[in-house]
């Protein structure tokens, strides 16, 4: 399982960054998000993979690390605003200059 | 008294907002404030000087940096008392001659200030006793000339001449921390006083010759010795009350200063002569050589300046009793007749405009006063009797009497050209007014004529006439001097001096009279001839070799920056993410790749997962619409949360799952709103940046496997499991993040509603002649097909069946899954579909006052535990009708509200932005 989800990460960053490198911003923006997927998907793994839902009395057996989850689920909302932001941003772009595209030269 | 004279120096600095903020709130001139300052530091330190004329000194040591045996350590003897009062003194004239002088609309707060920090720098220099401290004030007062000289910033040679004094002296001064440095090495002691008892250990040390060239460099660049004099002319930009002040009284004799400082610790030695005495000598005639020839009256000033350090420095390299106290005697003299000189420059330029002595001439009747003045001083200058003037140079004269007759004809020689620029100097004030000349119609334009100018401001040529008067006062009874340059040579040397200066009328100072006087005629006359002088002195100095290097500096830099600032952001991104990789890169191959990690045996459920988000992150970049790119986008976001409830997180599986609806709906939006020119824009590089991306993906799999890997590590968790009962909760996810790290979540929310405001700001709402326009825009809707129809059904009966579970799942989230995040989420989706299936009109609500009252209650619950005596967000359960309720349910509810109202204000203002299009 955890190899199978690194190998996950390594795609997401590989599509994530190529997308950034790319000169269109909504493609940009998109890049940004699968970034940010594989980014809380490190954390989590950091957390190891033993145990069950970090519930009390959910279940029998040892708990998962819950703190990588509160920080990933802050994370999920944050990045959420910066994707909204980027996206206002890139209409306030559109609408001065015309030009969405990234830096392009 | 010890610690006045530790405050002496600092106080001055420290004073120097009392010539800016102060002096405004006061309503106060900042000279008269600044020369209040130096006038009670004059003060001060009279009283503090009372042993030192009796031949003891006055010592503070304190701790700095005890680990490593640095001291604040001040010593006042004699030679620093010359000094030191020198400073003060002159500083006092000088400011007050500023405040006619500086034109008042400027930035008159930061010269001021900048003057008082240089005055407490040189006191500092003069009267530090540990080479450290000696060495922050030097550097002190280099960066304090190098704002001072720039102070006109918008002139460009303002500024040139600022960096060239600011580059030689600092420079120097690093090549003499590294002899001080090793002199305290070799010594034992970072404390001259210390170093000055075993002199004789350091003479004999391998080191010595090394250490001496260093200090000696330092000594050379700050007091302008060839091959370094040409920052001191570069310097004159300055106004001139800098000029007198740091380029002829005070700074410049730093380098002076050490020499004599350092003459019974480091000198006596053959080498000390052979270095120091033939460049003061060297200096010394090609300062007057040049000065001579100047057409600048300031330029004539700073070369003659330039030529009186040499004496100064060739005198200390000769180093026996009576040359010492020689230099203590000039360095008074010259401090006297050259400020008054300068003063006088000064106050002829306020009043014609001009420095170029062509164009001036016959000014003695206009300004009768300045004449006197000047008249005075360069008498003094030229070393006539019965000024003091003429009692340093014959000491001079005396002191290489028994010495080679090439240094006694050197000697002799400058007394003749400082009589001959002397006279060039009075010339502005002898000679006939300047005919205008029709060739040069501008020049004579800008001439001054002889109505327009008279006598200038009371403050200007007061000052001045001081100096004067006591370059004057000096010849005619030269008592205080013989005292005070005594005390300064008997602490240099060691031995009680007698400084006896007037001999009466020998044969020797006949002949150096006479020498002089027809040397200086003679040289006057044929002084087209020191043209050539000039340019072999121009071939001796260091700066076009300065000026070359400089200019090199700035290509080499101007270069390798244009090799790697392309103006690219992308190959920025390329650098940085380079970097973070190379650095992941460097930390897996140290610890290794773990073997375990490689799986055994595939679970189809995960693996199907797993394929399916790498595939749709895959058709994210494939997909040439940027509708497929955003649904496949999409697909990766509901994967993912599927993965996360495979490994065990149910809440951010929802919260993930919800965020990702609704993300969905915002890029749908955006790409109406701005989508319309994308097709898809091939990337420039494509190699390069597949090149990029595969290798940050490689690594970022190796180091995601790494992280996987089962440590010995204890968890940080295990005190929130043991507290989760006292929070009155189950789920602990829940717990951190309303309750155990409630101010990060505090943090967090103000971040999502800040960019939640961003967004407002960015894409404006609505405004008041669109709102008119949205009746039609509703009647349009009511005319729906039968799809919408279908829709709207559904959004009636599905939305309040999800803010109803939202609420459930904010009420327990202590318990399971859920909370204030995901329930938020969850309303604004409902939201969302209402306005998708009824219009956008539902939007339109000020969801920024949702979001300030979400804020507002978070925050204000965080203070429901101070009810209860505990600190802040400490958790506290409150007994509701037999219930316990925790507090920060409160909390959770304001997350809840906060967060819907930032993602509905966000995704209103992109859909009327959209509309807008």
Redesign the interface.
């Given at each position: 399982?955890?190899?199978?989800?690194?190998?996950?990460?390594?795609?997401?960053?590989?599509?994530?960054?190529?997308?950034?490198?790319?000169?269109?911003?909504?493609?940009q923006i998109?890049g940004l998000?699968?970034l940010s997927?594989?980014a809380?998907?490190?954390i989590?793994?950091?957390a190891?993979?033993?145990?069950?839902?970090?519930?009390?009395?959910?279940g029998p057996g040892s708990?998962?690390?819950?703190?990588p989850?509160?920080l990933?689920?802050?994370a999920?909302?944050?990045s959420?605003?910066?994707?909204?932001?980027l996206?206002?941003?890139?209409?306030?772009m559109?609408l001065f200059g015309?030009e969405?595209?990234?830096?392009d030269? | 008294m010890n610690l006045l004279l530790g405050a002496l120096p600092l106080i001055a600095i420290l004073a120097a907002p009392l010539a800016g903020p102060i002096a405004g709130r006061l309503r106060a001139h900042p000279g008269w404030t600044s020369a209040g300052v130096a006038a009670g530091l004059l003060a001060a330190l009279v009283v503090l000087a009372q042993p030192v004329w009796s031949g003891q000194a006055l010592r503070l040591s304190l701790d700095w940096f005890p680990d490593v045996g640095l001291r604040y350590a001040l010593t006042l003897d004699g030679l620093a008392l010359l000094f030191a009062g020198l400073i003060l003194a002159v500083g006092v004239l000088v400011l007050i001659y500023s405040v006619a002088y500086m034109h008042a609309g400027r930035e008159l707060g930061r010269f001021y200030a900048h003057m008082l920090i240089f005055m407490g720098a040189m006191l500092g220099v003069v009267l530090a006793d540990d080479l450290i401290v000696l060495y922050v004030f030097w550097e002190l007062t280099s960066l304090a000339s190098f704002f001072l000289i720039g102070y006109r910033n918008e002139d460009p040679d303002a500024r040139a001449g600022a960096t060239k004094a600011l580059v030689v002296t600092v420079a120097g001064g690093v090549v003499m921390l590294v002899g001080l440095v090793m002199l305290a090495q070799v010594g034992g002691s970072w404390q001259i006083s210390a170093l000055l008892a075993k002199a004789a250990a350091i003479k004999a040390d391998p080191a010595y010759p090394v250490i001496l060239t260093l200090v000696l460099i330092g000594a050379f660049t700050k007091s302008a010795q060839v091959p370094f004099q040409f920052w001191l002319p570069s310097a004159m930009v300055a106004p001139t009350p800098v000029s007198t002040y740091l380029h002829a009284a005070t700074m410049v004799w730093a380098g002076v200063y050490l020499l004599a400082r350092l003459l019974p610790m480091l000198g006596g030695t053959t080498l000390w002569v052979a270095a120091v005495t033939p460049v003061g000598l060297a200096t010394m005639l090609a300062g007057g050589a040049i000065a001579l020839v100047q057409t600048d009256l300031k330029g004539l000033l700073a070369y003659s300046t330039v030529g009186a350090l040499g004496l100064a420095t060739a005198l200390l390299g000769w180093g026996t009793p009576a040359a010492v106290a020689a230099a203590m005697v000039f360095v008074l003299n010259h401090a006297a007749f050259k400020g008054a000189l300068f003063l006088a420059a000064g106050a002829v330029e306020h009043e014609t405009g001009t420095r170029v002595m062509d164009r001036l001439g016959g000014l003695r009747r206009a300004m009768p006063l300045t004449f006197g003045v000047a008249a005075l001083a360069t008498l003094s200058m030229a070393g006539l009797p019965p000024f003091g003037g003429f009692l340093s140079k014959e000491a001079a004269v005396e002191a290489f009497l028994h010495g080679p007759w090439i240094a006694t004809g050197a000697v002799v020689l400058s007394g003749a050209l400082s009589l001959a620029y002397g006279i060039r100097y009075m010339w502005i004030f002898l000679g006939s007014p300047p005919q205008p000349r029709r060739a040069k119609g501008r020049v004579a334009a800008t001439a001054p004529s002889a109505e327009s100018v008279h006598e200038p401001p009371v403050l200007l040529y007061v000052p001045a006439g001081v100096l004067a008067v006591v370059a004057l006062a000096f010849g005619l009874a030269p008592g205080a001097v013989e005292r005070l340059a005594g005390l300064a040579a008997a602490a240099i040397t060691g031995t009680p001096q007698h400084v006896e200066l007037w001999h009466g009328p020998t044969p020797i100072a006949a002949a150096v009279l006479a020498t002089a006087v027809g040397g200086g005629w003679l040289i006057f006359s044929l002084h087209p001839l020191a043209d050539r002088l000039k340019t072999l002195l121009g071939w001796m100095s260091a700066g076009r070799l300065y000026d070359r290097a400089y200019a090199a500096s700035l290509d080499g830099a101007k270069i390798l920056t244009g090799l790697y600032l392309t103006g690219r952001l992308r190959d920025y991104l390329i650098y940085i993410t380079g970097t973070a990789i190379a650095l992941v890169a460097l930390g897996v191959a140290r610890t290794g790749f773990a073997a375990s990690l490689l799986p055994r045996g595939v679970e189809m459920g995960p693996a199907v997962t797993v394929l399916v988000a790498a595939a749709a992150a895959v058709a994210a970049v494939r997909m040439r619409l940027l509708l497929g790119a955003v649904l496949a986008l999409g697909a990766a976001g509901y994967s993912v949360s599927l993965i996360y409830l495979l490994l065990s997180a149910p809440d951010i599986a929802i919260t993930q799952a919800v965020i990702e609806t609704v993300s969905l709906v915002l890029f749908l939006v955006a790409i109406t709103a701005l989508g319309k020119s994308d097709v898809g824009h091939p990337p420039a590089r494509p190699a390069l940046d597949w090149l990029a991306a595969l290798a940050a993906g490689a690594v970022s799999a190796a180091m995601a496997a790494m992280v996987a890997a089962p440590s010995a590590l204890q968890r940080v968790s295990e005190d929130f499991f043991a507290h989760a009962a006292q929070a009155g909760g189950k789920n602990v996810v829940n717990l951190i993040i309303v309750d155990f790290r409630g101010w990060d979540t505090m943090g967090e929310i103000s971040v999502l509603a800040i960019a939640a405001l961003g967004i407002i700001s960015l894409a404006p709402w609505r405004r008041a002649a669109q709102r008119a326009a949205r009746p039609r825009r509703a009647k349009a809707a009511e005319a729906a097909p039968l799809t919408t129809l279908i829709l709207r059904t559904i959004a009636r009966v599905v939305s309040p069946v999800i803010v109803a579970y939202a609420l459930l799942l904010l009420a327990t989230g202590h318990y399971g899954p859920g909370g204030g995040f995901v329930a938020g989420l969850m309303i604004s989706a409902a939201m969302v579909l209402r306005s998708q299936a009824f219009g956008a009109a539902l939007l339109s609500r000020r969801w920024d006052v949702l979001m300030a009252a979400g804020l507002g209650l978070a925050a204000g619950s965080s203070a429901i535990p101070l009810v209860a005596g505990k600190p802040l967000l400490q958790h506290t359960l409150l007994e509701v009708g037999g219930h316990r309720l925790p507090s920060s349910l409160f909390f959770d509810l304001g997350v809840m509200l906060l967060v819907t109202g930032a993602v509905l204000a966000a995704v209103r203002s992109l859909v009327e932005a959209a509309e807008a299009e």
């Open positions: 399982m955890a190899a199978l989800v690194a190998l996950l990460v390594g795609v997401m960053v590989a599509t994530g960054f190529y997308l950034l490198l790319g000169r269109s911003l909504l493609r998109i998000s699968l997927h594989a809380n998907i490190i989590l793994l950091a190891g993979l033993r145990g069950g839902v970090p519930v009390i009395g959910a708990m998962t690390d819950p703190l989850q509160a990933i689920l802050t999920i909302v944050i959420f605003g910066v994707t909204a932001f996206l206002a941003l890139g209409y306030r559109h015309g969405e595209k990234g830096d030269r | -």
